[in-house]
């Protein structure tokens, strides 16, 4: 089981960047693979990136491609989610979440409690 929890969202202008953490307890965190998701409020959630168990392997959305970077320490039990070039359009809650991966958020079984993420034009 692990324990995850965000931080690091807040109101930004578009064009700026914005670093989200993931801190999580549990000594089995290198054994999952974590995912970055958002939603906005009427929408379904939606992958943002996956990032594999070692931290090598990442998948993007085509949506945020080019613009984040995801990464994980497993020394440290922390995922990263590096947001550049922020457009209106990603203001949404983001969750990090650790599960067996793929892009359906079915195949996560933890959840943080989501962080804020706002950009204003």
């Known amino acids: 089981q692990v324990q995850l929890v965000e931080s690091g969202g807040g109101l930004v202008q578009a064009g700026d960047s914005l670093r989200l953490s993931c801190a999580a307890s549990?000594?089995?965190?290198?054994?999952?693979?974590m995912g970055w998701f958002r939603q906005v409020p009427g929408k379904a959630r939606e992958f943002v990136t996956i990032?594999?168990?070692?931290?090598?392997?990442?998948l993007y959305a085509d949506s945020v491609k080019g613009r984040f970077t995801g990464s994980r320490d497993n020394a440290k039990n922390t995922l990263t989610l590096e947001m550049n070039s922020l457009k209106t359009e990603d203001t949404a809650v983001y969750y990090c979440?650790?599960?067996?991966?793929?892009?359906?958020?079915?195949?996560?079984?933890?959840w943080g409690q989501g962080t804020q993420v706002t950009v204003s034009s």
């Open positions: 549990g000594r089995t965190f290198s054994t999952y693979v």
């Open positions: 979440a650790a599960g067996s991966g793929g892009v359906d958020e079915k195949n996560y079984n933890y």
């Open positions: 990032i594999s168990r070692s931290g090598v392997g990442a």
